[in-house]
């Protein structure tokens, strides 16, 4: 039992930490609107996607090349290419989400 209140005070703990997280952004940015909120997470779900399958081509990679079968060769292949065909459609479409942003929040600020 002792294990699972220290669970559950790590999860409060969690919890509590990301709510006044989360409150110091929206205080960060108060003059954002629904559709630039809408925007910006469209743009973090797509490049948290891109991340995922350039993590997936470089493990398809490695298991490429140590693999001792013909079958499993052409499987490791076929895998390869369509994730690198699904990283392109990954990379347009966050490109147009990056458009769609800067017209609902304005241009970013100079750095």
């Known amino acids: 039992m002792p294990q699972a209140s220290a669970r559950r005070r790590a ?7 990301a709510l006044v997280a989360g409150s ?3 205080q960060d940015a108060p003059g954002t609107t629904k559709s630039c909120e809408s925007a910006k997470r469209k ?10 399958a350039a993590d997936n081509i470089a493990r398809d ?3 490429r090349e140590t693999c001792a079968s ?4 052409a499987r490791y292949d076929s895998a390869i290419a369509g994730t ?3 990283r392109s459609r990954l990379e347009a479409r966050l490109a147009r989400f990056k458009v769609e942003a800067v017209a609902a929040c304005g241009p970013p600020p100079p750095a």
Not at 43 to 52: D, V
């Open 24 to 26: 110091a952004l929206a």
């Open 11 to 17: 999860v409060v703990a969690l919890l509590a930490a």
């Open 61 to 63: 990679r490695h298991a």
């Open 43 to 52: 743009i973090e779900r797509e490049q948290k996607s891109l991340t995922a």
């Open 84 to 86: 690198e065909k699904r």
């Open 70 to 73: 013909r079958s499993v060769c």
